[in-house]
Nanobody, 124 residues
Framework: QVQLVESGGGLVQTGGSLRLSCVAS????????MGWFRQAPGKEREFVAA????????RYTDSVRGRFTISRDNAKNTVSLQMNSLKPEDTAVYYC?????????????????WGQGTQVTVSS
């Protein structure tokens, strides 16, 4: 098993930046595909970004590509999401998730472990 704890959320103005971090403990961090998801009020949880086990392959949803960057440091058991040029529609609770598989996927149901979430609010 792996335990995930997110941090770095907050309130930012349109066009601003935030950096989310997720620290993992438990089983070997490098065994997991890592992803970021988000959920806005009244909406389903949606995929944001993911990275493979060694961090050399990433995937993004279209709405954040070019603005967000996912990265991981296996030596520090962390995965980060750098979010630039934030928009009000990026407002959501952001979740870190881990998948015990070599394959990156976008479906929330394919990730076994989840953090508690961190709130990101972008004001207009």
């Amino acid at each position: 098993q792996v335990q995930l704890v997110e941090s770095g959320g907050g309130l930012v103005q349109t066009g601003g930046s935030l950096r989310l971090s997720c620290v993992a403990s438990g089983r070997t961090f490098s065994s997991y595909v890592m992803g970021w998801f988000r959920q806005a009020p009244g909406k389903e949880r949606e995929f944001v970004a993911a990275t493979n086990r060694n961090g050399d392959s990433t995937r993004y949803t279209d709405s954040v590509r070019g603005r967000f960057t996912i990265s991981r440091d296996n030596a520090k058991n962390t995965v980060s999401l750098q979010m630039n040029s934030l928009k009000p529609e990026d407002t959501a609770v952001y979740y870190c998730a881990a998948r015990d598989s070599p394959f990156v996927t976008v479906l929330p149901t394919t990730y076994e472990y989840w953090g508690q979430g961190t709130q990101v609010t972008v004001s207009s």
